[in-house]
């Protein structure tokens, strides 16, 4: 853990005066806002890593790069939209500036940016292009404005914060609806000093983009997972406490498994990427995530109570490299596959399969909820939510099957959250029996599902 040198108290009294923090207490629950509802529900989201390094090789840019190298000559947003959408991506995040500094928009307030580039002779605006082709395509879109600026002089200095809002505000009210601002808290060793004015910054967004979920360690409406490698953690809570926490400064393990008391609702997003870098780099074209990979991540994210933010870097042409694209979409097709068909379908119980959050069956400690499931079924893989509007409230359960006449263990498991999905060997049954461990409470179930994995899950 790395130490912060704020004030925690001030952090604190800070956000609950400034409302920014946006959690709301119903009773004894912690409950999340409906923008943070809206984003767990978008599942699967996509990252977009494009910048003067895409023409480097580089993963960080010391700022120093001349604008004229970028210059993606067969640039085309539409076109990987589109390919995001048939791979059932739904929200796009793009890098409007990294830490190099060079922006993908023409700003007032900067040279480093495109329109010193050649490409488009100077008057392109790849984050227009991209908001443009996401609106067009029912996309959502947000982007990433790195705090931490390599080129900009004024940075280290109390105008950088300045320069750095006016940029926030360039990108808030030029191109429409944005759904998610990204902050990041990375900084190199050799980084001046600089102390952000994050409050500043965030109060802005509230202002000017009320629906836009913000990301950092610590918020304020969704959080860091805690690594960069898609593993949310396998107990997950939506709840923390930010105490002492900014972007940049928060403990890994705690973000990863969230904090069962936490007073804030600030669910775990899970950023990681397609390729071992963020950035496209041609000689890693041969380690492009495989498709049972992706689909693993999908269990490790949205499976446990998180969100996948999976990155796939535009090469230097400014499109997608073909393998992404062709497993980005064989994920979808396997994803599909294993759950377009819910093998729970029982008439008694329409509030576990009508997709609907808001209708549940209650459980608790005392009662354990059998399900018939009519004929014999054969499964390999369940699905559990919760009503995350009232809370999150499963800590420990487990699942039995009726073997016979004798009931077995088929899973235990911790946290459900808004998503639950667990892989098990296949069985066949006609009766499950679900018993609450631990809870806060009654648990809202709101959905269960049983459900055969394709085979491409396995190759
Ligand atoms: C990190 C950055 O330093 C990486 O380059 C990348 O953008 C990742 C998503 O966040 O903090």
Not at 16 to 24: E, H, L, N, V
Not at 113 to 124: C, L, Y
Not at 168 to 194: C, H, P, Q
């Amino acid at each position: 853990m790395r130490n912060y040198p704020g004030n925690s108290v001030f952090i604190f009294l800070f956000l609950i005066a400034s409302g920014i923090s946006g959690p709301t207490q119903s009773q004894d629950w912690v409950t999340p806002e409906p923008r943070q509802v809206a984003w767990q529900q978008l599942e699967t989201t996509a990252f977009i890593h494009f910048t003067v390094n895409t023409f480097t090789g580089k993963e960080w840019g010391d700022g120093t790069e001349s604008p004229e190298i970028f210059n993606p000559v067969d640039f085309d947003a539409q076109k990987m939209v589109e390919q995001l959408k048939k791979a059932g991506f739904r929200l796009v995040v793009l890098t409007a500036k990294h830490h190099d500094g060079f922006c993908l928009w023409p700003s007032k307030y900067t040279e480093h940016s495109v329109k010193n580039s050649p490409w488009k002779n100077g008057k392109g605006d790849v984050v227009r292009e991209f908001a443009e082709a996401c609106r067009e395509a029912g996309l959502k879109f947000g982007f990433y404005l790195s705090p931490w600026d390599r080129n900009h002089p004024s940075y280290g200095t109390a105008d950088y914060n300045e320069f750095y809002k006016n940029q926030l505000r360039e990108l808030l009210t030029s191109y429409g609806d944005i759904a998610e601002v990204w902050f990041d808290g990375a900084k190199g060793k050799d980084a001046k000093n600089m102390t952000y004015d994050f409050y500043g910054y965030w109060a802005m967004v509230r202002e000017l983009q009320p629906d836009a979920v913000m990301f950092s360690d610590a918020g304020p409406d969704v959080r860091w997972v805690g690594n960069e490698k898609g593993n949310a953690g396998a107990t997950c809570w939506s709840t923390i406490d930010t105490v002492g926490m900014a972007p940049g400064v928060a403990d890994p393990a705690y973000l990863n498994t969230g904090d069962r008391n936490g007073n804030l609702w600030i669910p775990a997003e899970t950023d990681v990427s397609i390729r071992p870098g963020w950035f496209y780099h041609p000689e890693e074209d041969d380690q492009v995530r495989s498709v049972a990979n992706l689909v693993n991540l999908y269990y490790q994210s949205v499976g446990r109570n998180s969100l996948l933010l999976l990155n796939i870097p535009p090469t230097p042409k400014g499109l997608f490299h073909e393998t992404d694209v062709e497993r980005i979409l064989e994920f979808r097709k396997v994803l599909d596959e294993t759950f377009s068909e819910n093998l729970f379908a029982r008439a008694n119980l329409t509030p576990l399969i009508d997709d609907d959050l808001q209708t549940y069956i209650e459980l608790t400690k005392e009662k354990p909820q059998i399900l018939e499931l009519g004929d014999m079924v054969s499964f390999d893989r369940i699905l559990l939510q919760e009503n995350i509007w009232n809370g999150q409230r499963m800590a420990e359960f487990s699942i039995e099957y009726m073997d016979g006449d004798a009931w077995r263990t088929l899973a235990e498991s911790t946290t459900i959250g808004y998503k639950r999905l667990i892989k098990i060997d296949e069985v066949t049954t006609q009766r499950l029996r679900i018993s609450t461990i631990d809870s806060k409470g009654k648990v809202q179930l709101a959905a269960f599902g049983i459900y055969k994995a394709s085979a491409g899950e396995f190759e």
